[in-house]
T-cell receptor
Framework: TQLLEQSPQFLSIQEGENLTVYCNSS?????LQWYRQEPGEGPVLLVT?????EVKKLKRLTFQFGDARKDSSLHITAAQPGDTGLYLC????????????FGQGTRLTINP | GAGVSQSPSNKVTEKGKDVELRCDPI?????LYWYRQSLGQGLEFLIY????????KSGLPSDRFSAERTGGSVSTLTIQRTQQEDSAVYLC??????????????FGSGTRLTVV
C-alpha cells in the first residue's frame, strides 16, 4: 500500500492546456515536497509546502497543501513541452522518522 | 563538490556477484539517503545517515544489502549475491540535515544496476 497516492499516474495533453496532479494520503505530514525528474537524472526539488492551506506559485506552476496537511496538488497553466517529465510528491510524516516518503509519480507528456 | 556525485553511472553484473555503489554528497550536508527506483516508478527508501547517529536501516530489503558512510562524507551501498530483482536505479541524495522537515534533498543522477 502506497503511503502517498498520486493521480493520475499518466497524463498526456496538448501544449497550452491546463492540468492538475493530486497527491493524497490518510497520514498527516510535516511538509510536502514536489520534485520533477527527467530521464537519466535524479529528481529535482520544485517546492516545499509546510503550512496547511499554503499556496505557492512557481511561474506557471501552482502548489497547494491541504488544510489538514494530508494532501497536495500541483496545477500547471498553459502547459509547455518543457514541462514533460515525472512529477513526484514526497513528504515527511508527523509521526515517524525524518525521511521523505515518495508517491509513485505522475508521468506527464506535453505534446507540441 | 557542487552536486551529489554517484559512481558508476551504469553497472552490469552477473547474478550472484557483489556490487558496490558510491555516493559523494554535497560538502556540509550532514544527511545522506539511499533510495531505489524501478522502471520510472516512485522512490523506495533504503537507508539514511544523519551526522554521527546510528543509521536508519529500516528500508533495506534483505541482509544482502548494507551501507556505510565514512567520515561523515562518502557513502558506499553494497549488495551481496545480487539477484535479478535487484535491478533498478539506485539514487543517493543529501540534505543539510534530516532534523528539519522543510529541507529539500539534492539527488545524484543515480547508478543503473542491471543483474543478468
Amino acid at each position: 500500500t502506497q503511503l502517498l497516492e498520486q493521480s493520475p499516474q499518466f497524463l498526456s495533453i496538448q501544449e497550452g492546456e491546463n492540468l492538475t496532479v493530486y497527491c493524497n494520503s490518510s497520514s498527516v505530514f510535516s511538509s510536502l515536497q514536489w520534485y520533477r525528474q527527467e530521464p537519466g537524472e535524479g529528481p529535482v526539488l520544485l517546492v516545499t509546502v509546510v503550512t496547511g492551506g499554503e499556496v505557492k506559485k512557481l511561474k506557471r506552476l501552482t502548489f497547494q497543501f491541504g488544510d489538514a496537511r494530508k494532501d497536495s496538488s500541483l496545477h500547471i497553466t498553459a502547459a509547455q513541452p518543457g514541462d514533460t517529465g515525472l512529477y513526484l510528491c514526497a513528504g515527511v510524516k508527523v509521526q515517524g522518522a525524518q525521511k521523505l516518503v515518495f508517491g509513485q509519480g505522475t508521468r506527464l507528456t506535453i505534446n507540441p | 563538490g557542487a552536486g551529489v556525485s554517484q559512481s558508476p553511472s551504469n553497472k552490469v553484473t552477473e547474478k550472484g556477484k557483489d556490487v558496490e555503489l558510491r555516493c559523494d554528497p554535497i560538502s556540509g550536508h550532514t544527511a545522506l539517503y539511499w533510495y531505489r527506483q524501478s522502471l520510472g516508478q516512485g522512490l523506495e527508501f533504503l537507508i539514511y545517515f544523519q551526522g554521527n547517529s546510528a543509521p536508519d536501516k529500516s528500508g533495506l530489503p534483505s541482509d544482502r544489502f548494507s551501507a556505510e558512510r565514512t567520515g561523515g562524507s562518502v557513502s558506499t551501498l553494497t549488495i551481496q549475491r545480487t539477484q535479478q530483482e535487484d535491478s533498478a536505479v539506485y539514487l543517493c541524495a543529501s540534505s543539510l540535515s534530516s532534523l528539519f522537515y522543510n529541507y529539500g534533498y539534492t539527488f545524484g543522477s543515480g547508478t543503473r544496476l542491471t543483474v543478468v
